[in-house]
């Protein structure tokens, strides 16, 4: 196991009609101005943004808001976002979605105390030294952002969908979760999500790190209750439980927990991030087409983790082709992906001719000259991946 720190501060208030509570939580972090961040409309439609609205009243929280957030947010919603906060000295900010508006409340947050240009950070041309604290009413289990350091924003000019890590400071101070306001999701963005958090658990579990029993377990099993919760929520959406799980997973798939002490991949979010950038799929859909692509190179590659996985997951039986149990492996997770109304191919995705060679450019253009650590990708690996999820 390699040395970690486990930094994970966020407060999560959990469960029914907390949404009511988030004046109070604001109070405490010491906030005047606040500005509410939401997308497209949902948060309206469904009555949340009134009763957070509601429950600043209570408190006597000022607040502005910004919504019309869309999903794989982009740079001019948070230039916008970043004036209208300098003119009204806004000094909270409050997301109340999901990734998509959260990761763009972390990017105003950062934008706003920076003299420069925010996008200097996503470029890797500044650190994050300072932000406004961020806080979140989570709608959609997907991303995890309610307790990650991370933040992932497309420059329109370039399509250029860039994460930024800055955990010390992006992280939210509180993520106030209510599974109940889940059941309004279509089923697509459920599966959208559950795809998401699952690879957000194997990003960490696919290491070649020794010695990491524990973390190892922490993924089978949380992936293992997900699969399950995921055959559920599809027969029965407005089941409390099946979605609290859901949620709770979410979380706890990206908040650092799953990965301590682990070498961790990441290569398959960032080939989907291109995917994603120049063609607008939903991320997690796209992550349903590379990984189980990126699990099929890595059978001929380096088998060892995902045919452990095809055993400890999908009951492959044991053997010693680890291979053939990689790919029986691979089979299983496209047919229960496949199951929950989810892509697997770039056809299925909507993409019958996806400009290979562009993705490949613009991802090593971005990431490098080798991406990933479980088998380090060069031009002609990650091409060979974009290939296989073609098939
Ligand atoms: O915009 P509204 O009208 O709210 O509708 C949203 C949106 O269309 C809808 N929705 C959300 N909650 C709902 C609801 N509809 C009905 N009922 C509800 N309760 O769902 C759609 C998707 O929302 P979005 O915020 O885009 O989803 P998600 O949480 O999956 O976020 C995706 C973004 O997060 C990034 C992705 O790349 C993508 O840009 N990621 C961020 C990460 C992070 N910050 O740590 C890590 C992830 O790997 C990911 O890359
Ligand atoms: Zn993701």
Same mark, same amino acid.
């Not at 604001?26 to 005047?32: G, L, M, Q, S, T």
């Not at 109940?180 to 699952?198: H, N």
């Not at 099993?221 to 919760?229: D, F, Q, V, W």
């Not at 027969?235 to 682990?262: K, L």
């Given at each position: 196991?390699?040395? %970690?720190?486990?930094?994970?501060?966020?407060?999560?208030? %959990?469960? /029914?009609?907390?949404?009511?509570r @988030?004046?109070?939580l604001?109070?405490?972090?010491?906030?005047?101005k606040v500005?509410?961040?939401?997308?497209?409309?949902?948060?309206?439609?469904?009555?949340? !943004?009134?009763?957070?609205? #509601?429950?600043?009243?209570?408190?006597?929280?000022?607040?502005?808001?910004?919504? +019309?957030?869309?999903?794989? $947010?982009?740079?001019? /919603?948070?230039?916008?976002g970043?004036?209208? &906060?300098?003119?009204?000295?806004?000094?909270?900010?409050? &997301?109340?979605? +999901?990734g998509?508006?959260?990761?763009?409340?972390?990017?105003?947050? #950062? +934008?706003?105390?920076?003299?420069?240009?925010?996008?200097?950070?996503?470029?890797?041309k500044?650190k994050?030294?300072? #932000?406004l604290?961020?806080g979140?009413?989570?709608?959609?289990?997907?991303?995890?952002?309610?307790?990650?350091?991370?933040?992932?924003? @497309?420059?329109?000019?370039? !399509?250029?969908?860039?994460? !930024?890590?800055? $955990?010390?400071?992006?992280?939210?101070? %509180?993520?106030?979760?209510?599974?109940?306001?889940?059941?309004?999701?279509?089923?697509?963005? @459920?599966?959208?999500?559950?795809?998401?958090?699952?690879?957000h658990?194997?990003?960490?579990? %696919?290491?070649? =790190?020794?010695?990491?029993?524990?973390?190892?377990?922490?993924?089978e099993? @949380?992936?293992? #209750?997900?699969?399950?919760?995921a055959?559920?929520?599809?027969?029965?959406?407005?089941?409390?439980? =099946?979605? &609290?799980?859901?949620?709770?997973?979410?979380?706890?798939?990206?908040?650092?927990?799953?990965?301590?002490?682990?070498?961790?991949?990441?290569?398959s979010?960032?080939?989907e991030?291109?995917?994603?950038?120049?063609?607008?799929?939903?991320?997690?859909?796209?992550?349903?087409?590379i990984?189980? &692509?990126?699990? =099929?190179?890595?059978?001929?590659?380096?088998?060892?983790?995902?045919?452990?996985f095809?055993?400890?997951?999908?009951?492959?039986?044991?053997?010693? *082709?680890?291979?053939?149990m990689?790919?029986?492996?691979?089979?299983?997770?496209?047919?229960?992906?496949?199951?929950?109304g989810?892509?697997?191919?770039?056809?299925?995705?909507?993409?019958?001719?996806? *400009?290979?060679? !562009?993705?490949? /450019?613009?991802?090593?253009?971005?990431?490098?000259e080798?991406?990933?650590?479980?088998?380090k990708?060069?031009?002609?690996?990650?091409?060979?991946?974009?290939?296989l999820?073609?098939?």
């Open positions: 196991m390699n040395n %970690f720190v486990f930094y994970s501060p966020t407060e999560f208030v %959990f469960g /029914k009609n907390t949404e009511s @988030t004046g109070e604001i109070r405490k972090y010491d906030a005047y500005m509410i961040v939401y997308g497209g409309g949902s948060v309206v439609r469904s009555g949340l !943004l009134q009763r957070v609205e #509601a429950a600043l009243q209570a408190e006597g929280v000022e607040y502005i808001e910004l919504g +019309g957030i869309q999903p794989n $947010p982009t740079d001019p /919603k948070v230039y916008e970043i004036d209208l &906060a300098r003119r009204e000295r806004v000094d909270f900010m409050l &997301a109340v979605g +999901g998509s508006v959260i990761d763009t409340a972390k990017a105003i947050a #950062a +934008g706003v105390v920076y003299d420069g240009d925010f996008w200097d950070f996503y470029a890797g500044a994050v030294q300072k #932000a604290k961020v979140v009413v989570l709608t959609i289990p997907a991303a995890g952002s309610e307790g990650s350091g991370n933040t992932v924003i @497309t420059k329109v000019d370039g !399509l250029q969908k860039l994460s !930024l890590r800055a $955990p010390e400071v992006l992280r939210p101070v %509180f993520a106030v979760m209510n599974p109940e306001l889940t059941y309004t999701l279509p089923p697509y963005q @459920t599966a959208c999500g559950i795809a998401d958090m699952m690879v658990i194997m990003e960490r579990y %696919f290491t070649n =790190t020794q010695g990491v029993e524990i973390s190892d377990r922490l993924c099993g @949380t992936l293992t #209750a997900i699969i399950k919760e055959y559920k929520v599809k027969q029965n959406p407005e089941d409390y439980d =099946t979605r &609290a799980n859901i949620m709770w997973c979410g979380t706890i798939a990206h908040n650092g927990t799953c990965g301590v002490g682990c070498e961790e991949d990441w290569a979010h960032f080939l991030h291109e995917v994603s950038a120049l063609y607008g799929v939903t991320h997690g859909a796209g992550l349903a087409v990984v189980p &692509a990126w699990m =099929t190179f890595m059978a001929t590659h380096n088998p060892k983790k995902i045919a452990q095809a055993h400890r997951v999908f009951a492959v039986p044991e053997s010693d *082709d680890l291979e053939e990689a790919l029986t492996g691979v089979s299983r997770l496209k047919h229960f992906f496949r199951y929950i989810l892509p697997v191919t770039f056809g299925e995705l909507g993409i019958e001719h996806p *400009d290979i060679d !562009l993705l490949v /450019k613009k991802l090593h253009e971005h990431k490098g080798l991406v990933g650590n479980y088998v990708l060069n031009k002609e690996y990650s091409k060979e991946i974009f290939e999820a073609c098939k």
